[in-house]
């Protein structure tokens, strides 16, 4: 290579090395700019992520005493305050402005948006002193308005290991959480009550609810079983008194071995519900047919069942529990023996309690609640419907009309307790208490009733029955999995009651 060819390289050389150098010069406060912005952005997103969560909770302190009473100027004022100390604890040089605070008469919604200016650390090498945010939130106090149905199983079993004291410790904590002492009782917030057993307790709605038939005196045992047979469903009403009846007839003895009597010994014979049996005149059973699995109001072919016992006309031999010789000889009085079974002719005291806000009354219901018999908890899923279903208005007194499904800022929840399996069913109505539940469960959860489903297990047995998929029937009718609570103790049941009653009142946010 001679002289010339070496110069030209060495300039060539001389000038590529100036040319990488300014181009480095010249990407160095590119690259860290482009560094700056990525560490300031991240910087920033921390503390927009920090204000939301300041703003959600002053707007919910603000929600909470909306629903005390307080006036809007006061509530703006808080959570402006409120949020402003929080921002400020936050650091970072965090610039606010106050907090803009609307009011929604309307849905009642409270909401706040805020701007803020987060200062950068690099990303002002390129002219970027900060980077500026907004954020918003909305806050309904609670949820509107809310009717809840509270069924309790009051079978046999809650009076083994000290469970009924224990479900009414649980209840009333359940009430102080949603009808606290310092709220207002404006009935945004209502409750009802229908307890359970192998029957139901209809109370003063009985008439209401069950068609009647007034039947005259029977001239034979055959017309009695006939009648009888024919108006199962239906009170039977005697004609000359006015009482409620389950059989009526005349007849005449002519063994004095069986009656008691002499020879030829003629009697009219009447029982009626509670002078003659101990029976209610108030107990129901399940609907059924078409109307099994709805809420319609019980008019015509849509009545529910009446609590009748079910007689055994037999006469296999005059030594035998047949009709109308235990009716005469005054034996036809024994739960599920004698001339009758009066299983579904037999309820628990307590009636339904329609939608309230009285706390002091629902307190005292479920105090005086009293433990018995088997366990039929479908006809306290299909009560705690009809407790809530807008059909029934028409049996309910007016200020416990339940409000209409799908109405603005109404919600409504079910609060299904049981200690074991759904296990008995009238013998007319075709399913099992298991599948009645099933049926009635998927009504009440699917439009337009939209009933939400907790459930609370005491004390369940692992080997009650299961739906196909391994389900009990507290999960299958919980609306989901987060709504199917179970409890080993007093104190746990009293957590979870506590805790589903807050899940119902507590405020939800809306971004």
């Known amino acids: 290579m001679n002289i010339r060819h070496k110069l030209e390289l060495k300039r060539f050389g001389a000038a590529e090395g100036a040319n990488i150098a300014t181009l ?205 047979n024919a108006y199962n469903d239906e009170r039977m009403i005697d004609s000359a008194t006015g009482k409620r009846f389950f059989y009526y007839q005349r007849g005449t003895c002519t063994s004095k071995g069986v009656c008691k009597r002499d020879s030829n010994y003629t009697w009219n014979t009447r029982r009626y519900f509670f002078e003659d049996t101990g029976l209610s005149d108030s107990c129901v059973y399940e609907r059924t047919g078409a109307h099994a699995a709805t809420d319609e109001a019980p008019t015509s072919a849509r009545w529910i069942g009446a609590g009748n016992p079910r007689w055994n006309f037999s006469a296999s031999s005059p030594n035998k529990y047949d009709g109308w010789r235990n009716v005469e000889n005054g034996n036809a009085t024994g739960y599920g023996v004698g001339a009758y079974e009066g299983r579904h002719g037999t309820c628990q005291p307590s009636g339904p309690v329609p939608l309230t806000d009285d706390k002091d009354a629902l307190k005292a219901h479920v105090n005086g609640l009293i433990a018995r018999g088997g366990t039929a908890g479908h006809l306290g899923i299909a009560w705690g419907w009809y407790l809530l279903s807008p059909k029934w208005s028409g049996i309910w007194p007016q200020a416990s009309t339940p409000r209409l499904y799908g109405a603005p800022r109404t919600s409504k929840f079910m609060i299904l307790m049981t200690d074991g399996e759904f296990n008995i069913q009238h013998p007319t109505a075709g399913r099992s208490s298991f599948q009645q539940s099933m049926d009635l469960c998927d009504q009440m959860k699917s439009l337009p009733s939209n009933i939400q489903i907790f459930t609370v297990g005491f004390q369940v047995p692992s080997n009650v029955q299961k739906t196909g998929d391994g389900r009990t029937i507290l999960q299958y009718c919980a609306t989901s999995p987060g709504h199917a609570f179970s409890a080993d103790n007093g104190t746990e049941l009293v957590e979870v009651y506590s805790t589903i009653a807050r899940s119902i009142s507590n405020l939800r946010l809306k971004y």
């Not at 929600?63 to 509530?75: C, K, P, S, Y």
């Not at 402005?97 to 009642?108: G, L």
């Not at 809650?158 to 310092?182: G, H, I, V």
């Open 24 to 228: 480095t010069a010249m990407l160095i406060p590119a690259i860290l700019a482009l560094a700056g912005i990525a560490i300031d952005t991240q910087n920033t997103v921390r503390q927009k992520l920090k204000v939301q969560a300041s703003l959600d909770s002053a707007l919910l302190a603000g929600a909470l005493q909306r629903q005390r009473g307080t006036n809007e100027d006061t509530v703006r004022a808080d959570v402006q305050r409120y949020a402003e100390a929080m921002f400020t604890e936050q650091g970072g040089d965090l610039l606010c402005a106050p907090v803009t605070v609307t009011f929604d008469s309307e849905s009642q919604d409270i909401a706040g948006s805020v701007r803020c200016e987060q200062p950068t650390y690099l990303t002002h090498m390129i002219g970027h002193d900060e980077l500026a945010f907004t954020v918003d939130a909305t806050s309904t106090y609670g949820i509107g308005v809310v009717d809840i149905a509270f069924i309790f199983d009051v079978s046999g079993s809650m009076n083994s290991m000290n469970r009924l004291p224990q479900l009414k410790e649980a209840a009333e904590a359940a009430f102080d959480e949603l009808l606290p002492d310092d709220r207002l009782r404006d009935g945004s917030v209502r409750i009802a009550i229908a307890s359970y057993n192998h029957s139901l307790n209809a109370g003063p709605y009985a008439a209401a609810v069950t068609d009647d038939h007034t039947l005259s005196a029977d001239g034979s045992n055959s017309a009695a079983q006939s009648n009888y």
